[in-house]
Each structure stands twice: as C-alpha cells, then as structure tokens.
C-alpha cells in the first residue's frame, strides 16, 4: 500500500492545527478493483411521465425531452419507470420521506454508511444545493427513528468538512479559527506534498499529480467565490486576510453556532447555482477519489423547488412549471428545461467520475448512482411512475444501456437492489406488500 499524507499536517498561518485537505489514500498500482460507492441524487418536483420515460424496449429505446442531456452516458444509465411508492404519505412531504426509506425508519444512504463504517475517514456526505434555502418540505435523509439530516450547501463548509479544515459559519457552526483564503492549503504543504514525492513510483506519482491538479481548480473555485462575495458593498467588511468570518457580503457578523450570509445566503443566491452545484460535485468527485467516504448524498433544491433558474431559458420558477397543465403547453416546455438540466448534471458528474482511474477501470464504474425524485406525476402529485435512474457500474453489478418497465412494482425493490449492488445481503427495505428481494435482472448476482 502506498503512503498516506498525514491528515494532521499543521496549515502554516492558519490559527489552528488543521488536517491537510487533500487526505489523499493512493490505492496500490496493480489493484484489481476500486472499492464501490453510492450517490444518491435528488431532483425536485417529480416530472411529466410522457416526457422523462424513455420510448421502446429494454435495449432498444429512445430518450424523452427530460432525459435528453444523458444521450451522451446512455449506455452507462438503466431507465426505470412503472415503479410506484405504496403506502406512506402523499404529495411532495410524504414521497420525500419514503423515498430512500421505504416506510422503513431510517433512509438507504444511512443504512449504507452505517454498514460500511470504519472503512473509510467519513461513514457519509450530505450536499446541497439550494436545498436549506426556503424548505418547508424536508430532505430525503434520514438517520435511524426517522430523525432527519440537514445537507451542507456551503461548498466551502462542505470541502472543509471532507478535508479537515477547520469549519466556521454558514451552516456547520462558527467559533473556528479563521481561515485566510489567500493562502492555499497546497502551498502551505510543499514540504510534505514533496517528501511524498520522493516516496513514490512513476505511476503513483502521476495518480497524485491528477489529484492535486484537481484540488487546486477547486481551490481557486471556492476562493473565487468568497473573494466575489466579500467585495460586495459593505462599509464594515474588515481590512486584512479574507477570512470565511467576512464572507458575509452584507456586512452581518457570521454568528457562533448556525448562521448565514444574509439572507438569501450567498450560496444559496440563484446567481450562484451553477457554480455552487459545480463545487459541490467537484468535492464529491474529490471525497470519493481519495476515498474520504463511499456513500454520498447530494440534494439538488427540494419538494415545491422556488428556484429561479433562467439560465436554462424556463420563464417560471420550478414548482410553478411543473404544475404543467398538459404536456403540449408552454409551461411543460419550461418544466422540460429544468428537468433537463438536472438530468444534464448527473450526466456532468458521471463525466467526472469516468474521468478518474480507480483499480483497473474509473470511479464510475465502481459507484451507483441512484437519480430520485419525490413525485411521480408533477400535476397528480402522485407517486406512480416515479421518475428514477441508476447510472455507473458498481463494480460490475450493474449493467447500462436498458430500459425497464415494470408497471405497479414496488419502488422498494429498487432500495434493496442498491444495497445488494454494494455488497450487503438483504431482501427488504421497507415496504413488503409487493413480495421481497430486489428487481428482477437488475443487478448482476443478486
């Protein structure tokens, strides 16, 4: 096994003993296999079916106008439609709260960690983006007793969180030293990067090279962000380092304990949703190449959406286009902008993910990906024909390119195929009243 940077390097100038970010874990060059993770990926406000399920059979069928960002990883996605949620709530607060448990008390994501715990730095990660932003309607996560989980829409709270930075504000609690951004966690760990270095073979040498060009563009993203934001009109932001306590373009002190950065929090402004969504999966990307955690969550806005996202050329706010009317009017064209960006981001980080060696393949093809909303039918607010789809390749365990349609089952089975995907030997999750075990066919072995 290669050597792994200590993760309690001290940060020079930094007020704290801090952990280096990178927490870097170089996995042996003739590794056969990378160990499989899970993302579970939330898109609000369900679909229209007509629009997002694909048309013709398993092997042979076309992608809908919803869907039509993933042409490109098409063959990497099982499409799967006809799954209903039984039992349980209704509309968008009950279909949030099954649908990674199942009617069972505790959600999959959590499940998973608890059971690979150990393994890895982190059991899990929850991000967000936009989702703590004017949510009435919950999160998806839920640890055991259904007690539920808050996700970090702070990308930089959320880097810090998987690398050990020291954390302050928006939303993980202040009262830690500050951080100058100025001043880059790499540069500040030359010597260390170097005597790892001088450690390593050629092909691991090139594997840290990729990682650290990578945590470098992240970097400068987040910096670039808290810089934007500080220089925002304000007679009381402070002379001096650029601390994440004066992040607060408004002015406002970052209060101990939860706190934001105005209102709405300068992560949560739809200006940037884009570029937040992007730090987030970048980190995602980063967690699961250096083997931080297996099990991600990642909620993209939440039930009855209020967000503003023009950018995609839709008119409405998200939960007004899906109340679409029919699928011919102008405001099921905004909807299908929408759902179609967001289709379009499981495509961007399955992209990313190809784009990492890991054993013998990438980090796609040893993840699962599971994309869920909490509805089926945006105008019903029912929860049949739920709009789900698995990308990635689990090790091997699942097979892309298909196409599923199975009308009336149990979106529980799907749950339970998951976490046979990641190797745990269950036959239930939840909800029973349509028998046990997972998919039929779905995932190799099971």
Same mark, same amino acid.
């Given at each position: 096994?290669?050597?792994?940077?200590?993760?309690?390097? #001290?940060?020079?100038?930094?007020?704290?003993? /801090?952990?280096?970010? !990178?927490?870097?874990?170089?996995?042996?060059? #003739?590794?056969?296999?990378?160990?499989?993770?899970?993302?579970?990926?939330?898109?609000?406000?369900?679909?229209?079916? $007509?629009?997002?399920?694909?048309? +013709?059979?398993?092997?042979? %069928?076309?992608?809908?106008?919803?869907?039509?960002?993933?042409?490109?990883?098409?063959?990497?996605?099982?499409?799967?439609? +006809? %799954?209903?949620?039984?039992?349980?709530?209704?509309?968008?607060?009950?279909?949030?709260?099954?649908? =990674?448990?199942?009617?069972?008390?505790?959600?999959?994501?959590?499940?998973?960690?608890?059971?690979?715990?150990?393994?890895?730095?982190?059991?899990?990660?929850?991000?967000?983006?936009?989702? &703590?932003?004017?949510?009435?309607?919950?999160?998806? $996560?839920?640890?055991?007793?259904?007690?539920?989980?808050?996700?970090?829409?702070?990308?930089?709270?959320? %880097?810090?969180?998987?690398?050990? !930075?020291?954390? *302050?504000?928006?939303?993980?609690?202040?009262?830690? *030293? *500050?951080?100058?951004?100025?001043?880059?966690?790499? @540069?500040?760990?030359?010597?260390?990067?170097?005597?790892?270095?001088?450690?390593?073979?050629?092909?691991?040498?090139?594997?840290?090279?990729?990682?650290?060009?990578?945590?470098?563009?992240?970097?400068?993203?987040?910096?670039?962000?808290?810089?934007?934001?500080?220089?925002?009109?304000?007679?009381?932001?402070?002379?001096?380092?650029?601390?994440?306590?004066?992040?607060?373009?408004?002015?406002?002190?970052?209060?101990?304990?939860?706190? %934001?950065?105005?209102?709405?929090?300068?992560?949560?402004?739809?200006?940037?949703?884009?570029?937040?969504?992007?730090?987030?999966?970048?980190?995602?990307?980063?967690?699961? *190449?250096?083997?931080?955690?297996?099990?991600?969550?990642?909620?993209?806005?939440?039930?009855?959406?209020?967000?503003?996202?023009?950018?995609?050329?839709?008119?409405?706010?998200?939960? @007004?286009?899906?109340?679409?009317?029919?699928? &011919?009017?102008?405001?099921?064209?905004?909807?299908?902008?929408?759902?179609?960006?967001?289709?379009?981001?499981?495509?961007?980080? !399955?992209?990313?993910?190809?784009?990492?060696?890991?054993? @013998?393949?990438?980090? =796609?093809?040893?993840?699962? /990906?599971?994309?869920?909303?909490?509805?089926?039918?945006?105008?019903?607010?029912?929860?049949?024909? !739920?709009?789900?789809?698995?990308?990635?390749?689990?090790?091997?365990?699942?097979?892309?390119?298909?196409?599923?349609?199975?009308?009336?089952?149990?979106?529980?089975?799907?749950?339970?195929? /998951?976490?046979?995907?990641?190797?745990?030997?269950? @036959?239930?999750?939840?909800?029973?009243?349509?028998?046990?075990?997972?998919?039929?066919?779905?995932?190799?072995?099971?």
């Amino acid at each position: 096994m290669a050597p792994m940077i200590n993760r309690r390097s #001290l940060l020079k100038g930094a007020a704290a003993t /801090i952990p280096l970010s !990178m927490g870097l874990r170089l996995k042996p060059a #003739l590794a056969a296999q990378g160990p499989k993770r899970a993302i579970f990926f939330f898109i609000p406000d369900g679909c229209v079916p $007509s629009l997002f399920h694909p048309t +013709g059979t398993e092997t042979n %069928f076309q992608l809908s106008p919803m869907t039509q960002a993933l042409e490109p990883v098409k063959n990497r996605c099982v499409f799967l439609n +006809g %799954f209903e949620m039984y039992e349980g709530g209704n509309s968008h607060g009950g279909g949030v709260q099954k649908v =990674l448990t199942g009617n069972s008390d505790q959600s999959l994501d959590v499940f998973l960690a608890e059971r690979l715990r150990g393994q890895t730095p982190l059991s899990s990660i929850f991000f967000g983006i936009h989702a &703590t932003h004017e949510n009435g309607s919950d999160y998806f $996560s839920f640890l055991p007793g259904n007690k539920v989980r808050t996700p970090e829409d702070n990308p930089i709270a959320a %880097f810090r969180s998987v690398f050990g !930075m020291a954390s *302050a504000g928006g939303g993980s609690g202040g009262g830690a *030293a *500050a951080t100058d951004f100025r001043s880059s966690i790499l @540069d500040n760990s030359v010597a260390e990067i170097q005597q790892l270095e001088n450690r390593l073979g050629q092909l691991e040498r090139q594997k840290l090279d990729l990682h650290l060009t990578s945590l470098r563009e992240v970097e400068r993203r987040i910096s670039s962000l808290a810089r934007a934001a500080a220089a925002g009109p304000s007679s009381r932001r402070p002379a001096g380092p650029l601390t994440v306590e004066t992040f607060n373009s408004e002015g406002f002190e970052v209060p101990e304990g939860p706190g %934001f950065f105005g209102y709405p929090a300068i992560f949560n402004r739809e200006e940037n949703f884009e570029l937040v969504g992007k730090l987030q999966t970048d980190t995602i990307a980063l967690a699961l *190449a250096n083997d931080m955690t297996r099990v991600v969550g990642l909620q993209w806005s939440h039930p009855v959406s209020p967000t503003q996202m023009a950018f995609t050329g839709s008119t409405q706010r998200h939960h @007004d286009a899906s109340h679409y009317g029919a699928p &011919t009017t102008p405001t099921a064209a905004n909807f299908v902008k929408l759902q179609n960006y967001y289709t379009g981001q499981l495509k961007n980080l !399955m992209q990313k993910l190809d784009a990492v060696p890991d054993g @013998d393949g990438t980090l =796609l093809d040893n993840t699962i /990906i599971f994309l869920f909303s909490e509805l089926g039918d945006s105008n019903l607010h029912d929860h049949r024909n !739920m709009p789900f789809i698995l990308a990635g390749g689990a090790g091997g365990a699942l097979k892309g390119g298909r196409y599923l349609n199975l009308p009336g089952e149990a979106h529980s089975k799907i749950l339970v195929s /998951i976490a046979n995907a990641m190797d745990q030997n269950i @036959d239930s999750f939840g909800f029973t009243g349509k028998g046990r075990g997972g998919v039929p066919g779905l995932i190799t072995g099971s």
